[in-house]
């Protein structure tokens, strides 16, 4: 059985192989195209879940900060913590507009986010609401204790001088215990708004009573019965006693809207955490998938560039051993058959390709030398037989016809075998030959047409031979370029990766120096925080002590008011004694003296403690200022010291990330570089086979046939 690559011509065969060849280079080209491709995906992936971690960072230190500034707000209710409240509030609304925006890609994770979102402004909304209801009521209690206030300023003012002078002492008395009673009454609610201790609420609800009882017992007076004065002061004491009821209402709601934040901050904090690992995870998985791309990719650039290798060694033996071998064999065969050797076997007459062509081409010049060395061989046995016959009839007469003819037909065919021998195979003998010697002369003029027409053929091949190794070494040549480019980009890519890793190396740890200052700070800060702490505290107890020295000098002072009543009371019942009494008006008179100056010494105390209050005050607003510029520095630094772990992070992973880049593009210049040598070989070997085409073709050159093909142009083309 024939094998079937005999079939195919010398060009079909050349184009086959380095075809596939090329086939094989584009394949690994697309698959790596296609890996980068997969990589770029994963590094973008990546990024986004960086990206993602990082919000959700930053989204707990500005909750974080939020819970500071409403509990520095529920602890000292002032302007500048409110606002402090609204700028931490916008910030975590801003915080969650930005999640929710970035989740705006998947419906489901965005509506989880928007009703996340909706959670936590609801329950802020909640606690906000109802600290502002306690900044109301304590402000509504605070007028109310003003107007109290003034009004039983006015009544120990004017009513207690007409219970005196009228000699209602125990009035007079009821007086200053009710002005006691309304001023402990908004000592202790602002305890409780600070504290929410019921006791407070409870005592300054018991004395707001005890002030009632009292104005209460103003009415049964007949002289002061429906006085202006005595009427306002009760009304003014019931507005205070309902603004404490309001009071501890907002109070109450604030506590339990406080309760509730508690727990959403433990959801939100879960909320939170889940979102971070989750991310964590993810970006766990994808540098893992993009390790398995980029290990594939070099397994397969390995793999593809082994198989490309072998089999273009493998083209190249075959082409050279199913071309260049026979051109060879053939070439011996002709040179034997040119000098006479017509015993010489002719190779590759069963091949159906240029080199059989040539080979048939040869056979049948071969055949033809034969036959006319048969011929040869019969006529001589013939003109030997006529002779025999003629010998004694014409013997000289024959002789000499036979002499002519064989002279005629000796030089016709010697000029003809000369003409083949000089390579012209264009001479036909135009003259016809006697007897025998005339199939002698078609049989030569047949074997010439046919050498010279297998000639033709063999230029032919030799030129198509010599024009597709000609194609090869320009293709060849033309990859080798390409090749060389690849491999000059693939060194370029590789040098900028490196330089890429080493930046982000020096960004990681400039990020960890970053990192660790910022933690010193916090620490320096935190230090700071509690200093502050302490004073306040210290400002805290120097203010309840101006405030249980206030009381004392109070109860000094109604003492003085007192003793100044019963000296008075004493006097008058000394007058009343006459004569026996004087000596005890002197006594009295002595003690309402004492009385009166105990009473300004108390005033003056009571303003040297007002104005060292009023310093305190003072004090405790700076200091409490001063903590929360600390407070606000503390938030800020464990935001930066957040940001920067977070960027030390990410900035190690990339240097790995890059680094395996970098060796799979390393891997990718080695295959490159082996692709050129290969490719160079496959140079070579075209080259080789141009040099045989080239030899063939001058050989070939020798020879002239009909409507003849210049062989040197062939020879020019090679």
């Given at each position: 059985?024939?094998?079937?690559?005999?079939?195919?011509?010398?060009?079909?065969?050349?184009?086959?192989?380095?075809?596939?060849?090329l086939l094989v280079l584009v394949a690994m080209a697309a698959h790596s195209t296609g890996r980068f491709a997969v990589l770029k995906d994963s590094f973008a992936g990546f990024g986004e879940r960086a990206a993602n971690a990082s919000e959700a960072d930053e989204l707990a230190s500005r909750l974080l900060g939020l819970r500071l500034a409403v509990s520095q707000l529920v602890a000292v209710g002032s302007d500048a913590n409110r606002r402090g409240v609204d700028e931490a509030y916008g910030r975590v609304k801003a915080s969650l507009d930005g999640v929710v925006a970035n989740a705006s890609g998947d419906p489901a994770r965005e509506a989880?986010?928007?009703?996340?979102?909706?959670?936590?402004?609801?329950?802020?909304?909640?606690?906000?609401?109802?600290?502002a209801g306690?900044?109301?009521?304590?402000?509504a209690a605070d007028k109310a204790g003003a107007l109290a206030g003034s009004a039983v300023a006015k009544v120990v003012e004017t009513v207690g001088a007409m219970i005196r002078r009228n000699g209602e002492f125990d009035d007079a008395y009821a007086v200053s215990v009710i002005q006691d009673r309304v001023l402990s009454a908004r000592m202790l609610l602002r305890s409780f708004i600070a504290e929410g201790s019921e006791d407070d609420i409870f005592e300054a609800q018991v004395a707001l009573r005890d002030a009632e009882r009292k104005f209460d017992q103003f009415r049964r007076v007949e002289t002061l019965a429906g006085h202006p004065l005595v009427n306002d002061g009760r009304k003014n004491l019931t507005a205070l006693f309902t603004s404490i009821k309001s009071t501890r209402a907002a109070v109450e709601r604030r506590t339990a809207a406080l309760v509730q934040q508690r727990e959403l901050d433990a959801a939100v904090d879960a909320r939170i955490a889940a979102m971070r690992a989750d991310e964590l995870a993810r970006m766990e998985d994808t540098k893992r998938a993009a390790g398995e791309v980029a290990d594939d990719a070099r397994r397969t650039a390995m793999i593809v560039a082994g198989a490309a290798l072998l089999f273009g060694a493998a083209v190249a033996f075959l082409i050279g051993r199913g071309i260049v071998g026979p051109v060879r064999a053939m070439t011996q065969a002709m040179r034997r058959l040119s000098d006479g050797d017509l015993a010489v076997e002719v190779p590759g007459t069963k091949r159906r390709d240029e080199i059989g062509g040539m080979a048939g081409a040869m056979q049948v010049f071969r055949t033809a030398a034969i036959e006319r060395r048969d011929l040869a061989a019969r006529l001589e046995e013939e003109r030997l037989a006529d002779e025999a016959e003629r010998r004694r009839a014409e013997a000289e007469a024959a002789a000499r016809a036979i002499a002519e003819e064989r002279a005629f037909v000796a030089a016709k065919l010697g000029a003809g075998l000369k003409a083949l021998a000089d390579g012209d195979l264009t001479l036909r003998l135009e003259e016809a030959m006697p007897g025998e010697y005339e199939r002698l002369r078609a049989d030569f003029n047949d074997a010439m047409a046919s050498l010279s027409d297998a000639m033709a053929g063999v230029a032919a091949g030799a030129g198509g031979i010599a024009g597709g190794s000609t194609e090869i070494g320009q293709a060849s040549h033309d990859l080798s370029r390409r090749t060389e480019a690849q491999a000059a980009t693939l060194e370029e890519t590789a040098a900028a990766l490196s330089a890429v890793t080493q930046a982000i190396r020096v960004t990681s740890q400039s990020a960890a120096a970053a990192h660790d200052a910022a933690a010193a700070a916090k620490r320096d800060v935190d230090a700071s925080g509690l200093v502050v702490g302490k004073a306040i505290e210290a400002m805290g107890d120097i203010e309840r002590s101006s405030a249980e020295i206030r009381k004392i000098i109070s109860v000094i002072d109604e003492i003085a008011f007192q003793t100044n009543l019963l000296a008075l009371n004493a006097g008058v019942e000394a007058a009343r004694a006459g004569e026996s009494g004087r000596g005890f008006a002197v006594v009295a008179q002595e003690v309402r003296g004492l009385a009166q100056r105990s009473a300004e010494a108390a005033k003056e105390i009571k303003g040297l403690i007002a104005t060292a209050s009023r310093g305190v005050d003072s004090g405790v607003t700076l200091v409490a200022e001063a903590g929360e510029a600390l407070s606000r520095i503390a938030a800020k630094v464990v935001q930066v010291d957040a940001m920067v772990a977070g960027i030390a992070e990410s900035a190690r992973e990339q240097a790995g990330g890059l680094a395996g880049l970098n060796d799979a593009v390393g891997s990718m210049d080695k295959v490159t570089q082996q692709n050129a040598a290969m490719v160079e070989e496959t140079t070579a070997a075209s080259r080789a086979l141009m040099e045989e085409a080239r030899h063939l073709t001058e050989m070939i050159g020798r020879f002239r046939v009909v409507d003849e093909v210049e062989p040197a142009a062939y020879a020019r083309a090679a």
């Open positions: 059985m024939k094998s079937p690559r005999l079939n195919f011509g010398i060009g079909t065969r050349l184009f086959l192989g380095f075809g596939a060849l989880a986010w928007k009703a996340f979102r909706d959670q936590i402004v609801g329950g802020y909304d909640r606690t906000l609401k109802g600290d306690i900044e109301a009521a304590q402000a």
